[in-house]
């Protein structure tokens, strides 16, 4: 049982590249996410899919774009990559679709370095 | 707008000593809230989680008091070890809407022997 797997670990790209960024669990969650954490600030919400088939916007979707392609996979698009993009990306999967009381599993993260 | 601070300092005590962690916000109504830890160049990790109508919540060496009226958190390790060593995160979520949580940045713990 892995868990919440991310790939890769590492990835420079320069700007206006883009990459893919894979999220896999195997818990049989419904709920999948994508956060951002830069230093000094909470984990940030990109986008978050509540269940197989739907996506939504979080807080910081601007320049991003997801794709939930079953429900053990996750993906998140960098279409045309920004310095400001330059971040650590956590994906996280939960077992509800609603209310916030449910725990959120973390996988370990992609460290992201756009020059 | 919306706002949850957690200290930026880190805290530091010593081993065998209760740490106490902070989490205030302002502008939320949250129906939950959840304490996770996060090591350096790992995701965060699960450790409890509180609900509006419960005033306290433990866990082996895990204390979380919620109090709606100060708008406020409290975190406590008790008999903290060095291992207890990390990061610590509070997060919201509202009650109704998906499982959606909004992180405070953290407030990074060392515990000394």
């Known amino acids: 049982n892995a868990g919440v797997t991310q790939t890769p670990k590492f990835q420079v790209l320069k700007t206006g590249q883009s990459m893919t960024l894979q999220c896999a669990q195997d818990?049989?969650?419904?709920?999948m996410y994508w956060y951002r954490q830069d230093p000094g600030m909470g984990l940030r919400l990109i986008y978050y899919s509540a269940s197989e088939g739907t996506t939504d916007k979080g807080e910081v979707p601007n320049g991003y774009n997801v794709s939930r392609l079953n429900k053990r996979e996750f993906s998140l698009r960098l279409e045309s990559a920004a310095p400001s993009q330059t971040s650590v990306y956590f994906c996280a999967s939960s077992t509800g679709t609603r209310g916030g009381d449910n725990e959120q599993f973390f996988g370990p993260g992609t460290r992201l370095t756009v020059l | 707008s919306q706002k949850i601070e957690q200290n930026s300092e880190a805290l530091n005590i010593q081993e065998g000593k209760t740490a106490t962690l902070t989490c205030n916000y302002t502008?939320?109504?949250?129906?939950?809230l959840q304490w996770y830890r996060q090591d350096p160049g790992r995701g965060p990790v699960f450790l409890l989680l509180i609900r509006e109508n419960e005033k306290e919540k433990r866990k082996e060496r895990l204390k979380v008091t919620f109090d709606t009226t100060l708008k406020q958190s409290l975190f406590h390790i008790t008999a903290s070890q060095p291992a207890d060593s990390a990061t610590y995160l509070c997060?919201?979520?509202?009650?109704?809407?998906?499982?959606?949580?909004?992180f405070g940045a953290g407030t990074r713990l060392a515990v000394h022997p």
């Open positions: 502008n939320y109504s949250p129906a939950y």
């Open positions: 997060a919201l979520a509202t009650s109704g809407g998906y499982n959606k949580l909004i």
């Open positions: 818990m049989n969650h419904n709920s």
